[in-house]
């Protein structure tokens, strides 16, 4: 292991002189702020609507950082943790020349990311079992390989990588490892930002879009060493995370109970819906599940997918992504929608046989 960031951040990155915000050049107490060119007279809604918004966010931070044990130094918000992964990208990935490897069957925005910034992906799939395969992830890192995007617990499969295996690579890959955690809080494993102290190559993603159920606000964070934040807010654009976004969420983490009951329901949902699918003989496997989700496989994945439409159900169908040929992907809903929904898939097995 010989790990030093320095070698990873791009050349014109190194050199940047980033863009240096009224904000940023006067941070103190005044009375009177004549220096962004804001309307000084107010805003047709709230009077602090006028002016910009924090550029890092410290009170959000600051109220994150407690409940994920964690400093503010050590996360950087993003407009949904989509921004994040772009500006992962952009900050250590030269185009044309670095690369990135991600482990599908996983999330789009890794690829979609990588093409947008003109940066080569390898794709080193998992193992039937939805594993990492460990032996072929050595094989396809070259000196050009800056990053390896792990998902645990995985999209669209459900389960946790194995811990051991994300360690292997953490102790052996001198480029970044990141972790999207989007889902861990429906999860029994315990997240990785434990292990930011142990690992100088750790970045851990995670989202208020899924388990906090603010999908509207967009709003992800990294969560590194204060090095890789440090790069990242280098680039990031100065007022990304917008003041509604900054006060909403700061009204949210004050209904942490509230979160929680919602988590406990839909792990209880969850369990109870792939319970139900297990038990129709049409359903050829329900996979193992620490997400908000469960990826099914049925004998006619399009054909259940159409009849679902056509009776206003929309679920998601991933039988053409790679290992999960006829899966479909359900998210869990409410306890009277998932009823509905076990009656609907009911209804078309028998008018399938
Ligand atoms: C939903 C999801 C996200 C969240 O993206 P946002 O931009 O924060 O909404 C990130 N990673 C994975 C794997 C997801 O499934």
Known sequence: MNFDINNLIRDNIKKLKPYSSARDEFKGEARVFLDANENSLGSPLTRWYNRYPDPLQWD???????????????????????????????????????NIIICPPTYGMYEVYANINNVAYKAVPLTPAFQLDLEALEGAVDAATKMIFLCSPNNPTGNSLYREDVEMILNNFDGLVVVDEAYINFSRQRSYIKDLAEYPNLVILQTFSKAWGLAALRLGMTIASTEIISVLNKIKPPYNINQSTQELAMKALDNLDGVNTMIQELVTERENLAKAFSELSFVEKVYPSDANFILVKVPDANGLYNFLVEKGIIVRNRSSVLLCVGCLRITIGTEAENRELVEQVKTFAASTV
């Open 60 to 98: 959000l931070k600051k109220k994150i950082a407690g409940i994920k044990a964690t400093q503010p130094e050590n996360i950087l918000l993003g407009n949904g943790s989509d921004e994040c992964i772009d500006l992962l990208i952009r900050a250590f990935c030269e185009p044309q020349l670095d």
